[in-house]
């Protein structure tokens, strides 16, 4: 993990997606991140399903492949649980954020568009 003064965190990238940390992590704990990701995409039709009503109503968008498209490159905090997209090319005002409670993405809430 390398420190990223931009966003004041230790990161790593895997798999095209960051993991963030407040704290540098053991090479132990960085490859169950590798895992982590593998579940994000085996699951992450789900996640847009998740997020499509709220997206729907603000941006118009019903149409999953276009989301996957505008949704860009995510940011998770797994210690803390939270996936965050800050590349999003809906806009270029918003966060999109969700809340995940297992390491499979199967329990997600708190979806939000914050900007």
């Known amino acids: 993990m390398q420190y990223d003064a931009e966003l004041e965190c230790y990161v790593v990238e895997i798999k095209n997606i960051v993991f963030v940390n407040e704290e540098e ?4 704990y960085i490859n169950k991140l590798s895992t982590i990701a593998d ?6 039709n ?8 709220d997206l729907k109503a603000v941006y118009g968008v019903d149409d999953t492949a276009t ?6 490159k995510p940011i998770i905090d797994y210690d803390n649980g939270i996936v ?12 999109f954020s969700f809340e995940f409670f297992d390491d499979v993405f199967k329990e997600i809430d708190y979806f939000s568009i914050d900007g």
């Open 46 to 53: 789900q996640i847009i399903e998740f997020m499509l009503p």
């Open 84 to 95: 965050k997209y800050l590349e999003q090319s809906f806009d270029d005002i918003h966060i």
């Open 25 to 28: 992590q053991t090479a132990d």
């Open 39 to 44: 579940n994000y995409y085996n699951n992450l």
């Open 67 to 72: 989301f996957k498209e505008k949704l860009g």
